[in-house]
């Protein structure tokens, strides 16, 4: 008989800030529920006993009339609690909640169930985890008037209900590792979880599946794998079979090669020829550059010819160079059925590929009445790996898991029972989460083992043998499809491996070029981090403060230790006394290790600090040209990040003989470990075929041998990194050294989301210690050997800002690209009666001290006038703060909303925001325009604050500038002028909208490569004039309909 439900309260305040020890309580709302029944209710205002921001205001609307005469918590607090109880208290990010009223003493032992944490598990595919969008997903309604504390109660009742109810269907295995995670009892799922294991055991019996058990390790032994694969297999069969929505958007028809067409696209595909697109849509359905764009992509591809393709046509449109592509893969000829054509695409994220694969291409290959089988190909580290999942991932190697890692291993044990393809862009990870991910994905399985004689560990997975292998089924897709799509970084990678599955696509098509080249050089970044290396000698083996010992080592002590009983330990840690002597030397040898680790480290702090205290022209290259200065971390108000570059000219520098020293003792405790590492891997492998052969055993010694080889040869990597930094030759990478920022992400201090794990308020440490960063200086050798060196294939380079002063040679140079052999070709759309740019000709340059001070009075007025419509863009976060401080009490006091990227959310919450409320402006820096996509309302002006310029005291950049003869106009000024239209046709061309622009430095027409920039951009009506002429020009550009010229 099943058992009856618990009775539950949901529960939701409103507050006038995210800081339970400063900010008050405005609203509480609460709901006792016994599954679907409400049994009674609690609603009152309180009274704050303070002013409600302006903020709050607009986003509750709870306005101070409406508590006048309100309770003061206190008199309300012994109320609340006996209706409380002791339930458990259901809520979306309830310990914020949670946290106000144990102030008051008010739900002190209560158990705490966070929908937010139920849905980043039970909806790993969500972009944004906010209540609404939660309850969207899930198919509950959203009231129009929520963030008010009844009407988000209700909707956190159902939120959890509808949860719960998709819980109830999780394997009992699978519940069994989640209430058995590592993880600290402050999480609040686990005791959650652990309270559902045992109902669901009292309802269904100790035992729902094949477990870990005498039964289960005697069926591992026959299988060679993990029982539990079983009912991952089976949930896999059963998602193709069932036609059910998914918690996931992975569309298996567009990720399979075999995809059955329908008999429509049967039809079309046996037709003995071809129609054109131009013969399939009408001259109104094509977009109008179509006509330009087909000639060249047709030629380039059937010539297999490079090509460059500007396409200004805002956003980030690409259809009509897919569009032509496609046609030219439809035109197959009876040459071409032995070896059909095949088309490679490249693009800048995870998320661009999805949405080509999920939306674009389906939808323009219906347009041609074709079905081409599609397949996705993930970078490196991009898949589950089913082999890791079962060995050594959900046991504990490096310490207890965090909150956010039980969370992250939580979520990828659920999907992994409902994916099809394993892929990590799949998944949403919060960036606490990540670390659950890498203990799991791919990437380990080119790494050869000691003994190299027998192949890669991918070669010998029993999962791969048997067909439960993500990165075996993705190869097989690619393989067979006619398109395969993947990222920048994924062609990098393939290309870059011996066996490479597209190096044998002739025809490829990358999007997104304006960006090409610096994801190359970010994906050829490396870095010497002291916390990652600590992390990696920790997962070898460390010894605990209590004298028990833990890591990899210590798990396979029983088969480590001579004469010892073979397989893995049962416990997280271990005593002395199960160590033999060689492997009490392993984890000295690790201990000295990490103490030269942290020496290392030390060093390279004080030889920082001196070049610091000696100032900047000690160890660093001095720039050439106006741009060397501009840039020196001189703004105003501006934090100076310090860099030290690695040349030759380090070596005056009284700390660098001490950095030497310590470089020479880590790499020998290095070796060590690594040494170390790999006899343990020999003796487990050893281990292995020798129960194997004894037919007992389950493949975990081998699981534990590959992660001893994956780190083995990380610690290989990180120790070459170091060799090739100190040694300070000449070589074609640049290094240097750079406290990182601080690891508080500005996400977390959002004043629209209230925060989400008790991290977000721990404090951080003042300074971390500096990191060793290496980047490639020049990309172009390595793209044009590994795309352009063979002249019998075809690569077309499609951007949307490629063009400097209408010519081509910047970025020919930036990817190798001979102007002799690749053709070039710009399709921009005019702007001139849509967009207005206004240039004020009046006032300071952004180096002058007046500059602040002018802008933040111009934002003022804009804003002002336009009553809200805005955008400001800052090139730093720092400038950004300042304005935020000084413009926001000013608007606010006449009722417009100001929003900051990085103080009330991120610019994806931000976008969200601008969607739902009027008179508002958001002020955003970097990347700022994603998520602004994902509505259709755009700003009516936006407003760049300054030239985007790299920053040339910046290393990497510094670095590239040694190669030109001219800084100013060969890189720092081209870079600013495709930055600036890159950004703006994001921002402003991506609506039909009429618009204006406001280009806030003078410097575009003071300066003579002021032109190089305003000739770069799209034909738009243009205005130069007095500052305090802009916000009435804009508003009659905006009002009217004439142009401008």
């Not at 309830?94 to 929908?115: C, E, K, S, Y």
């Not at 032995?338 to 994220?349: E, G, T």
């Not at 019998?792 to 002063?805: E, Q, R, W, Y």
């Amino acid at each position: 008989m099943a058992k009856k439900s618990a009775i539950r309260v949901a529960l939701d305040l409103e507050t006038t800030g995210l800081h339970a020890e400063q900010d008050a309580i405005l609203e509480v709302a609460a709901i006792k529920f016994l599954g679907n029944e409400i049994i009674d209710t609690f609603e009152t205002f309180v009274s704050p006993g303070r002013s409600i921001p302006y903020r709050v205001q607009r986003l509750t609307g709870i306005k101070p009339e409406q508590l006048v005469g309100a309770p003061l918590f206190d008199t309300i607090a012994k109320k609340l609690q006996s209706f409380l109880g002791d339930y458990p208290i259901v809520g979306h990010s309830i310990p914020f909640d949670a946290g106000f009223l144990r102030r008051w003493g008010v739900a002190r032992t209560n158990p705490l169930i966070d929908t937010f944490e139920l849905a980043t598990v039970l909806l790993p595919s969500l972009t944004s985890y906010n209540l609404g969008q939660v309850a969207e997903a899930l198919g509950i309604p959203v009231p129009v008037d929520r963030h008010r504390a009844m009407v988000d109660t209700v909707l956190a009742m159902k939120v959890f209900l509808s949860l719960h109810e998709r819980l109830q269907s999780v394997d009992l295995a699978l519940l069994k590792d989640l209430a058995n995670l590592d993880a600290p009892r402050s999480w609040p799922l686990l005791l959650f979880f652990r309270q559902e294991l045992r109902e669901r055991q009292d309802r269904d019996g100790l035992y729902g599946g094949l477990g870990r058990g005498s039964l289960g390790d005697r069926f591992a032994a026959q299988l060679g794998m993990d029982p539990r694969i079983l009912s991952f297999a089976l949930a896999q069969q059963d998602a193709v079979a069932q036609d059910t929505k998914s918690v996931l958007p992975t569309d298996a028809a567009s990720l399979s090669a075999d995809t059955q067409p329908s008999t429509d696209e049967a039809e079309a595909q046996s037709a003995p020829t071809e129609p054109s697109a131009q013969a399939m849509l009408s001259e109104r359905t094509l977009p109008k550059e179509y006509q330009t764009v087909r000639p060249a992509v047709l030629e380039a591809l059937e010539g297999r010819l490079p090509l460059l393709l500007e396409v200004t046509v805002g956003g980030g449109d690409y259809t009509t160079v897919l569009l032509a592509a496609l046609e030219w893969l439809a035109g197959s000829t009876t040459e071409d059925e032995d070896q059909p054509k095949r088309l490679l695409i490249a693009c800048a994220n995870q998320q661009q590929a999805r949405r080509l694969i999920e939306v674009v291409l389906p939808r323009l290959q219906a347009l041609l009445k074709n079905q081409f089988s599609t397949a996705y190909l993930a970078e490196r580290g991009g898949y589950l790996c089913t082999h890791r999942w079962f060995g050594a991932a959900l046991r504990r190697t490096s310490g207890e898991l965090t909150a956010e890692q039980a969370r992250g291993l939580a979520k990828l044990g659920l999907w992994a029972q409902q994916t099809l393809t394993g892929e990590r862009s799949e998944l949403t990870l919060l960036p606490q989460e990540i670390a659950a991910w890498e203990r799991i994905s791919s990437g380990i399985e080119r790494i050869v083992p000691v003994d190299g004689d027998s192949g890669s560990i991918y070669q010998h997975c029993t999962y791969r043998k048997k067909g439960f292998c993500f990165v075996s089924r993705a190869e097989e897709r690619v393989k067979a499809a006619r398109i395969v799509v993947t990222t920048h970084a994924g062609l990098f990678d393939d290309l870059s491996y011996s066996h490479s599955l597209l190096a044998g696509i002739d025809q490829r098509l990358i999007l997104d070029a304006d960006v090409f080249e610096e994801e190359n050089a970010r994906w050829r970044n490396n870095e010497l981090d002291q916390t990652r290396l600590f992390r990696m000698l920790n997962t070898i083996g460390i010894e605990l403060p209590d004298g028990r010992y833990q890591g990899l080592l210590a798990l396979a002590a029983p088969s480590l230790r001579e004469n010892g009983p073979g397989g893995l330990s049962t416990t997280p840690t271990i005593a002395k006394s199960e160590l033999d002597t060689r492997m009490l030397h392993w984890f000295q040898a690790l201990r000295q290790a990490h103490s030269a680790v942290e020496k290392l480290f030390q060093s390279f702090g004080l030889l920082l600090e001196e070049f610091i205290q000696q100032g900047p022209g000690a160890g660093r290259d001095k720039g050439k040209g106006e741009a060397s200065n501009r840039f020196h971390g001189s703004r105003p108000h501006e934090r100076t990040d310090h860099s030290l570059r690695l040349t030759g000219q380090i070596r005056h520098l009284g700390a660098w003989m001490e950095t030497e020293r310590a470089w020479q003792q880590a790499v020998q405790r290095l070796q060590t470990v690594i040494d170390l590492a790999h006899e343990a891997e020999n003796v487990l492998a050893t281990a292995q075929r020798t129960r194997h052969r004894r037919d007992i055993g389950n493949g975990e010694e081998s699981a534990v041998a590959s992660e001893l080889a994956a780190v083995a040869q990380q610690l290989v990597e990180q120790k070459q990194l170091g060799q090739q930094a100190l040694s300070l030759g000449e070589n074609d990478h640049v290094y240097w050294l750079r406290i990182p920022a601080t690891q508080q992400s500005f996400a977390h201090q959002s004043s629209l989301q209230r925060p989400t794990d008790p991290a977000h308020n721990t404090a951080q440490p003042a300074e971390s210690p500096p990191i060793l960063y290496a980047q490639l200086v020049q990309t172009a050798t390595f793209l044009k050997k590994s795309l352009l060196s063979d002249n019998n294939k075809c690569t077309i380079f499609a951007g949307t800002a490629l063009s400097v002063d209408n010519s081509f040679s910047f970025i020919r140079g930036r990817l190798g690209l001979d102007s002799d052999t690749c053709s070039a070709l710009s399709v921009v759309t005019e702007h001139h009666e849509q967009t207005l740019l206004y240039i004020p000709e009046d006032v300071p340059e952004p180096n002058s001290p007046q500059y602040q001070r002018h802008l933040d009075e111009a934002l003022l007025q804009l804003a002002t006038t336009l009553e809200g419509q805005l955008v400001a863009l800052f090139t730093s976060h720092a400038a950004l703060r300042s304005s935020y401080a000084t413009i926001k009490p000013f608007l606010e006091s006449r009722g417009i909303l100001v929003l900051g990227q990085g103080i009330d959310g991120s610019p994806r919450q931000l976008w969200q925001v601008f969607q739902r409320q009027e008179r508002l402006v958001l002020l955003g820096t970097g990347g700022f325009w994603e998520g602004a996509e994902e509505g259709d309302c755009f700003p009516a002006c936006v407003v760049m604050t300054r030239l985007p310029m790299p920053v040339l005291h910046d290393p990497p950049i510094a670095a590239r500038a040694d190669h030109y003869s001219d800084q100013l106009h060969q890189l720092t000024v081209p870079i600013a002028a495709l930055r600036v239209r890159r950004t703006l046709n994001r921002l402003v061309w991506n609506t039909a909208k009429r618009n204006a622009i406001v280009l806030f430095d003078r410097r575009v027409v003071s300066k003579e490569y002021g032109s190089m920039i305003l000739h770069s951009l799209p034909r738009c009506s243009q205005r130069q004039g007095a500052v305090s002429h802009m916000p009435e020009t804009v508003l009659d550009w905006l009002t009217g309909t004439d142009t401008w010229g």
